[in-house]
């Protein structure tokens, strides 16, 4: 098999032995991606820097050095986070030319484990949309079918390694922005416990700030659930301001086998209904649990998913205002006065939750501790949730749509475009781990997956049952 479409560990494996050097691997990488342009994934590629940093994992292997657990391994990093010397625009006009003489936090962290960054990956602009485009370098599409979306906003990452561009992808997800485009493009994205990989150095807070959402975690797509582990094993860490206090150990996985885990299934709703051929994937995974031995429980529910959206939405648009210029933040507040008392429209929602007043924000950050505490309660029973990952596969790229027209269609009902992530929300309000995990294709040969959400700080749990549940534990 062709080194670029192993998984991270086997690539790791191959550069422990001998079999290739870092050198070889990166040229290796850096040849697919230019003899693949129509996948547009890797829009800034650092040939040199990467073929220098290679050559240096070679000289530290051949001196007999082998610490860093990611040692000469090829990588890719979204271009939301951003790279001492090297271009970070998160595909915004307006940052076409920022390079940075930093690097954010995650990418310090991949460094010092010995990674090789290939370059930076495609994202909308500012990360504001659940497809993959923007004016600077157009459109992901979907490594499947050019016609259908690579999701967003970590589209690129997800599809480079969907691809064979690149084993590792680094990414970022608020409203399921790893977990939509690791589904879409059928590879496992991570969605880490909020809090544990540091976020400072994430765009779209303006280049030099020090805060990012209160709901956004960093974290990885990868061919296996190994590799998300490995992946993990170096992103999760206290903040270098907190470093000299803290330390950070998750805790193990709850359970080693399939007979051992207790599941939770949460396979449709009458908030965000799926279409056939995703609960016919929920069935069958349900099957399969009870034929391993595994105790599943589907019919208790942690929260109320029309009340938990609701909140998630709030907080996601309060927290966005912070990136509007003072200006613009002026204009909505007259705009969301000017709203007639009744008004429930979608943009009445958004005006009103990004002019929230402060005193208004706490009592929905209190509300989101009562969701949390409701899911803590549930995890005590539960060891991880099963759940559709989206209410379909992969949904035509509608680039060229207004947004206001965007829409996706679940077995011939219209439904408005937002639902693609209602389901990945869940578990962004109680800043849980949740992973999506590729489990089969559609008819017609997309990807099709379902989310894994466990308790807090029980990443390697969720981790554990997407390897039992995908053969690649």
């Not at 050198?23 to 996948?39: M, N, S």
């Not at 990360?127 to 970590?154: E, K, V, Y």
């Not at 490995?230 to 996985?253: C, F, N, R, T």
Request: proline content about 7%; glycine content about 10%.
């Amino acid at each position: 098999m062709d080194l670029t479409h192993r998984t991270a560990l086997d690539q790791l494996h191959a550069l422990t032995t001998g079999e290739v050097s870092s050198r070889e691997l990166t040229a290796a990488h850096l040849e697919r991606i230019a003899r693949h342009p129509e996948h547009n994934a890797v829009t800034t590629l650092d040939r040199e820097g990467a073929l220098h940093a290679a050559a240096r994992a070679d000289r530290r292997r051949a001196q007999g050095g082998t610490e860093g657990p990611l040692l000469g391994l090829p990588v890719v990093v979204k271009d939301s986070l951003e790279t001492e010397a090297l271009r970070t625009t998160c595909g915004a006009a307006e940052l076409e030319g920022h390079v940075p003489d930093r690097d954010a936090d995650a990418v310090a962290l991949l460094r010092r484990a010995g990674a090789v960054i290939l370059g930076k990956t495609n994202t909308p602009s500012m990360c504001q949309d659940i497809q993959t485009t923007n004016p600077l370098f157009g459109t992901t599409p979907n490594p499947h079918n050019p016609q259908r979306t690579a999701g967003g906003s970590s589209g690129g990452s997800a599809a480079a390694v969907a691809a064979r561009l690149s084993p590792l992808g680094i990414g970022s997800d608020l409203a399921g922005s790893l977990r939509l485009p690791g589904h879409y493009c059928g590879v496992h994205a991570l969605r880490p416990s909020y809090g544990v990989v540091p976020a400072r150095g994430h765009i779209p807070r303006a280049p030099g700030r020090l805060s990012t959402s209160d709901m956004l975690s960093i974290g990885p797509l990868a061919r296996s659930s190994a590799d998300l582990e490995l992946a993990l094993g170096v992103l999760a860490a206290p903040s270098p301001e907190d470093s000299a206090g803290w330390q950070l150990a998750l805790p193990p996985a709850r359970h080693g086998s399939l007979r051992d885990f207790r599941v939770g299934l949460w396979a449709d709703d009458p908030h965000c209904t799926v279409d056939a051929a995703t609960r016919e994937l929920l069935d069958s995974t349900e099957k399969r649990l009870l034929d391993a031995g595994a105790s599943v429980d589907a019919t208790s529910r942690p929260v109320d998913m029309a009340h938990s959206d609701r909140l998630f939405r709030t907080l996601m648009f309060a927290g966005s205002s912070a990136g509007a210029s003072a200006e613009a933040f002026d204009g909505e507040v007259q705009a969301a006065g000017n709203l007639p008392p009744g008004a429930q429209s979608p943009g009445a929602e958004f005006l009103r939750a990004r002019t929230l007043r402060h005193r208004d924000w706490l009592l929905a950050d209190d509300e989101r501790r009562r969701v949390r505490q409701q899911w803590a309660a549930y995890f005590r029973d539960i060891d991880v949730l099963v759940t559709p990952a989206a209410p379909t596969a992969a949904v035509p790229s509608q680039t060229d749509v207004p947004v206001p027209e965007r829409h996706l269609t679940v077995d011939g009902e219209r439904r408005a475009y937002w639902d693609q992530t209602t389901w990945l929300n869940l578990a962004g309000l109680a800043h849980l781990p949740a992973a999506s995990v590729p489990l089969g294709v559609t008819p017609d040969g997309l990807p099709l997956g379902v989310q894994l959400i466990g308790p807090y700080l029980g990443d390697l749990t969720v981790t554990r049952l997407a390897g039992l549940l995908t053969g690649t534990d």
